[in-house]
């Protein structure tokens, strides 16, 4: 889903423990920039307005953007906390132009 440096970062392998955050986008977000997006998908943890699922649905749904959370977690709170430090990290790696969204995946039709 991010591309560093002009090259596709690798999702890990499965794993039974890993969970994704998954926020959701219109196609007319199209428009938005790469920070935009970002910033949006901040919005949408904080306030709860994501899935939680054992894989990446950005795979199998356009207009998604899936943040990977490794570990145990107990609860759904959990999650989206260290969900919400994972897309912080990726949005200022974004405003720095380091990071970039495979904008191909995420608004496919």
Known sequence: MFYQN???????EYNRTTKWVNV??????YRWDDHTIMRTILT??????ASITGHAMHHDIPLCVSIQVSGEHGDRESI?????????????QVARGSIHINRALLFRR
């Open 6 to 12: 002009g090259r596709l970062l690798q999702e890990p």
């Open 24 to 29: 959701f986008f219109d196609i007319c977000d």
């Open 44 to 49: 949408c943890i904080r306030t709860r307005v």
């Open 80 to 92: 989206l906390a260290a969900a919400e430090l994972s897309a912080e990290y990726l949005r200022v």
